[in-house]
Antibody, heavy 120, light 111 residues
Framework: QVQLVESGGDLVKPGGSLRLSCAASGFTFSNYYMTWIRQAPGEGLEWVSHIDNSGSAIYYADSVKGRFTISRDNAKNSLHLQMNSLRAEDTAVYYC?????????????WGQGSLVTVSS | QSALTQPASVSGSPGQSITISCTGTSSDIGGYIYVSWYQQHPGKVPKLIIYDVSYRPSGVSDRFSGSKSGNTASLIISGLQAEDEADYYCSSFRRSSTPYVFGTGTKVTVL
């Protein structure tokens, strides 16, 4: 079955850096776009970034552009999010999601999430 | 990068039908079929319940249905049950440098 397991969330000071990872299993990872979606405490969902299956097409939300970098390693079935210059407003649970699925806009499987807290 | 607009809350009695709206623009909902809906119970991971406006993933109850008219998409929950009490989010592809957007979210309460 499809599994997505995030890791790397932690407490970090403003201006600091953190790298999130998502280990994928149960499907052919290299065939799918992958996405990071976040949810601040008590708030709604926010699309953060996605990467196509080869890693050649990448998009970012305006709120993270220039500070976050998405990448993937198809040989290791892993997705990453390098987060630099972190701000208090980046505090959130970060979900790794499969998709958008080709020919559809859906994110059909989600990980359990990794909590990032930015605070001094 | 504004979110799609949803009502903050919708409520209904068991057995009733409710509709949650999701309003965007011609650059997102109005221009594409890539509208999805997600259900999130408190403390849980969001779950896909509708994709491409009106399709249900395998295993999702047929009490959930979706539609779209112009710049507004709708999620209809029929035969409301206690287990339907959750937050619901729409999402859409958007013709923009930031190609996906979520709605503001709607809390469904079963009275």
């Amino acid at each position: 079955q499809v599994q997505l397991v995030e890791s790397g969330g932690d407490l970090v000071k403003p201006g600091g850096s953190l790298r999130l990872s998502c280990a994928a299993s149960g499907f052919t990872f290299s065939n799918y776009y992958m996405t990071w979606i976040r949810q601040a405490p008590g708030e709604g969902l926010e699309w953060v970034s996605h990467i196509d299956n080869s890693g050649s097409a990448i998009y970012y939300a305006d709120s993270v552009k220039g500070r976050f970098t998405i990448s993937r390693d198809n040989a290791k079935n892993s997705l990453h999010l390098q987060m630099n210059s972190l701000r208090a407003e980046d505090t959130a649970v970060y979900y790794c999601a499969r998709g958008p699925v080709s020919g559809s806009g859906r994110f059909d499987y989600w990980g359990q999430g990794s909590l990032v807290t930015v605070s001094s | 990068q504004s979110a799609l607009t949803q009502p903050a809350s919708v409520s209904g009695s068991p057995g009733q039908s409710i509709t949650i709206s999701c309003t965007g623009t011609s650059s997102d909902i109005g221009g594409y079929i890539y509208v999805s809906w997600y259900q999130q119970h408190p403390g849980k991971v969001p779950k896909l319940i509708i994709y491409d406006v009106s399709y249900r993933p395998s295993g999702v109850s047929d009490r959930f249905s979706g539609s779209k008219s112009g710049n507004t998409a709708s999620l209809i929950i029929s035969g409301l049950q206690a287990e339907d009490e959750a937050d619901y989010y729409c999402s859409s592809f958007r013709r923009s440098s930031t190609p996906y957007v979520f709605g503001t979210g709607t809390k469904v309460t079963v009275l």
